[in-house]
Every structure is written in structure tokens, then in C-alpha cells.
């Protein structure tokens, strides 16, 4: 996380963020927490905010084993594709057909080329959807997009749903483009996922800035 400390070494130096860390360790002892303690924070270690061209924004980690591994939406290579995953990679086919379906559900290779996969809470009990929501990973969240859309320009936020689409309050949106859109939820995605185009118009809108697109 090295490469965020100057945008957010006031964060961690305030008490609901050291509060945090000690409850998430406490239910640690009491209960299944995911992700792993290493994997907690991979969004921000595998995407530098200065390499970041597109940010793509969960809710709070998957609850199942060996699903979270600390990147919105992605699960290890050799984990059964979640059905939002399963929708997203659908979409992209239908963007650029041409494209090879993906061997695996393991988005670390988008991280690499500068998609932050963040969740809004980063932590999560074992079979119990949402159970650290509201425990102050929304201010640390919430703070490293404000920082990034304040410090930076040309990102493609990418908000899908009514939760995410709240986070359009903290950016400008005549400084980035915001794309917003249904989840891709099978209880959502037919509303309007699949037309919405989102990975071929964050590209478009890449090159148009001089950056090179990603290989979804």
C-alpha cells in the first residue's frame, strides 16, 4: 500500500481507522473473516493511484470460502465464477466479441493495467452478506475515491447500482467520466447491464486521453 501513503497517511493516523483494524482483529478471533488479513488491502497494492484509469466499485467482499481475495468482483483462479462476475465477463464478450472468454475469474490482471477493483467495505463474516457494513470501511473507502478524483483527472469510475451510484457525489464529473448503470446482478443485469457498454466506452475514452486501453 506503500505508493497510497502520502494520499492517505491522515486516514490511518484517525481513531475510527485504528477503531476499525481492532474490531475487524477481534471478530477475527470470534468468527471467519474475508478476506485473508494479507489479501485485506490488495486493491490499493495492486494498483498505484497514479497508474489507476478505471475504477470499478463493489459493495463488500463475496462470504463464500476462498472467494475474496481483496478485489471487487474477483475470485482466485480455480474459483467457481459468482453469477455478477459471470455477467460482467458477458458483457465484455458482447463489447468486443472478438475477444477469447477468460480462463479464469482472477481480475489481478486488470489490476495490473491500472483498474482499481475496489469494495466499499473490505472486510466480511463467513455467510453473512453485509455483517461489517457500517463499521467505518465506507469513511476509508469513501476517502480513497474523493482523494483520487480530487488529485487526479481522466479516470473512468465505472458505478453500478444504487449503492455505488451514491459515490458520484465525490467525484467530478468534468474532470473523470462517471458511468453508471444497473449491477450485474442476475437480479438487475437484464435491466440494462448488457447494453450499457462499459468496457468499450472506458476504452474509447482512454485513447481519447492519450492513455492505452485495457485488455479485458
Same mark, same amino acid.
Given at each position: ?8 497517511? #491522515? #486516514? %490511518? ?14 471478530? $477475527? ?50 474459483? %467457481? ?65 474523493? $482523494? ?42 437484464? $435491466? ?18 492519450? %492513455? ?5
Amino acid at each position: 500500500m506503500s505508493d497510497w501513503s502520502a494520499l492517505l497517511a #491522515e #486516514e %490511518k493516523t484517525k481513531p475510527y481507522f485504528n477503531e476499525l483494524l481492532a474490531k475487524v482483529a477481534a471478530a $477475527r478471533q470470534q468468527t471467519t473473516v474475508f478476506p485473508k488479513q494479507e489479501d485485506v488491502f490488495n486493491a490499493l497494492k495492486l494498483t498505484a493511484p497514479d497508474e489507476v484509469k478505471v475504477v470499478i466499485l463493489g459493495q463488500d467482499p463475496y462470504h463464500g470460502p476462498g472467494q475474496a481475495h481483496g478485489l471487487s468482483f474477483s475470485v482466485p483462479d480455480g474459483i %467457481k465464477l459468482p453469477p455478477s462476475l459471470r455477467n460482467m465477463l458477458k458483457a465484455i464478450q458482447l463489447d468486443y466479441p472478438d475477444t477469447p472468454a477468460p480462463e479464469n475469474g482472477d481480475l489481478s490482471r486488470w489490476a495490473e493495467q491500472g483498474v482499481l477493483l475496489l469494495n466499499t467495505v473490505l472486510t466480511v463474516e463467513q455467510g453473512k452478506a453485509h455483517s461489517h457494513a457500517n463499521w467505518g470501511w465506507e469513511t476509508f473507502t469513501d476517502t480513497v475515491i474523493a $482523494r483520487l478524483a480530487d488529485s487526479y483527472e481522466g479516470i473512468v469510475f465505472m458505478l453500478w447500482g444504487a449503492h455505488a451510484q451514491k459515490k458520484a457525489a465525490l467525484i467530478d464529473g468534468n474532470k473523470h467520466c462517471v458511468l453508471k448503470t444497473v449491477h450485474p446482478s442476475p437480479l438487475s443485469a437484464h $435491466r440494462g447491464f448488457f447494453d450499457a457498454q462499459h468496457f468499450r466506452t472506458a476504452n474509447d475514452y482512454l485513447i481519447k486521453g492519450g %492513455k492505452n486501453p485495457i485488455t479485458w
